[in-house]
C-alpha cells in the first residue's frame, strides 16, 4: 500500500500547456520532496518544502504543501520537451523517519 | 563530481545464483540506501545504513542482505536471486537519515531468468 498517492499516473501533453501533478496522504509529513527522472538515471531532488501552505517557484515549476501537511502539488507552465520525466513525491513523517516514495507520474511533452 | 557510484549497471542472473551490488559515495555523507523500482511501485527501501557500523531493514528487506563497509561503501547482496527481485536497484546517500535530500546512482538493472 503506497502511503502517498500520486495522479495522475501518466500524463502526455502538447509543448506549451499547463499541467499539475497531485501528492495526497492521509498521513502529516514534517517535509516533503519532488524528485525528477529521467529514463536510464537516479532521481534528481527538485524542490523540498517543510511549511503548511509554503509555495515554491524553480522557473515554470511551481511546488505548493497543503496547509494540513498531508498533500503537495507540483504545477508546470508552459511545458516544454525538456520536462518529460518521472516525477516523485517523498514524504518524511518526522524529523526521525524515512522518506516514503509515491509511485510516480509520468509526464510527456511532445513537440 | 561522481556523487554516487553503483556498480554493475546491467546484470542478467540465473535463479539461485548469488550476486553483489556495490555502491560508493564520495560526499562523506553518513546515511546510505538501497532501494528497488518496479513499474507502479515507485521507489521501495530495501535497506539502509543512518550512520557507518549499523544497518537497518527497510520496506521490502527480504531476500537481501548489506554491508556498511565502511563510511563510503554499501553493498548488497542477493543471496539465492529470484525471478521477483528483477528489477532496477539504486543505490542512494544523504547527509542524514532524514528530511535531507537524498542523493541517488545511476541505477543497476538486474534480471534474473
Known amino acids: 500500500t503506497q502511503l502517498l498517492e500520486q495522479s495522475p499516473q501518466f500524463l502526455s501533453i502538447q509543448e506549451g500547456e499547463n499541467l499539475t501533478v497531485y501528492c495526497n496522504s492521509s498521513?502529516?509529513?514534517?517535509?516533503l520532496q519532488w524528485y525528477r527522472q529521467e529514463p536510464g538515471e537516479g532521481p534528481v531532488l527538485l524542490v523540498t518544502?517543510?511549511?503548511?501552505?509554503e509555495v515554491k517557484k524553480l522557473k515554470r515549476l511551481t511546488f505548493q504543501f497543503g496547509d494540513a501537511r498531508k498533500d503537495s502539488s507540483l504545477h508546470i507552465t508552459a511545458a516544454q520537451p525538456g520536462d518529460t520525466g518521472l516525477y516523485l513525491c517523498?514524504?518524511?513523517?518526522?524529523?526521525?523517519?524515512?522518506?516514503?516514495f509515491g509511485a510516480g507520474t509520468q509526464v510527456v511533452v511532445t513537440p | 563530481n561522481a556523487g554516487v557510484t553503483q556498480t554493475p549497471k546491467f546484470q542478467v542472473l540465473k535463479t539461485g545464483q548469488s550476486m553483489t551490488l556495490q555502491c560508493a559515495q564520495d560526499?562523506?555523507?553518513?546515511?546510505m540506501y538501497w532501494y528497488r523500482q518496479d513499474p507502479g511501485m515507485g521507489l521501495r527501501l530495501i535497506y539502509y545504513?543512518?550512520?557507518?557500523?549499523?544497518?537497518d531493514k527497510g520496506e521490502v528487506p527480504n531476500g537481501y542482505n548489506v554491508s556498511r563497509l565502511n563510511k563510503r561503501e554499501f553493498s548488497l547482496r542477493l543471496e539465492s536471486a529470484a525471478p521477483s527481485q528483477t528489477s532496477v536497484y539504486f543505490c542512494?546517500?544523504?547527509?542524514?537519515?532524514?528530511?535531507?535530500?537524498?542523493?541517488f546512482g545511476e541505477g543497476s538493472w538486474l534480471t534474473v531468468v
Open positions: 542512494a546517500s544523504s547527509v542524514r537519515r532524514s528530511g535531507n535530500t537524498i542523493y
Open positions: 545504513s543512518a550512520s557507518e557500523g549499523t544497518t
Open positions: 498521513s502529516v509529513f514534517s517535509s
Open positions: 517523498a514524504g518524511a513523517p518526522d524529523s526521525w523517519g524515512k522518506l516514503q
Open positions: 518544502v517543510v511549511t503548511g501552505g
Open positions: 560526499m562523506n555523507h553518513n546515511s
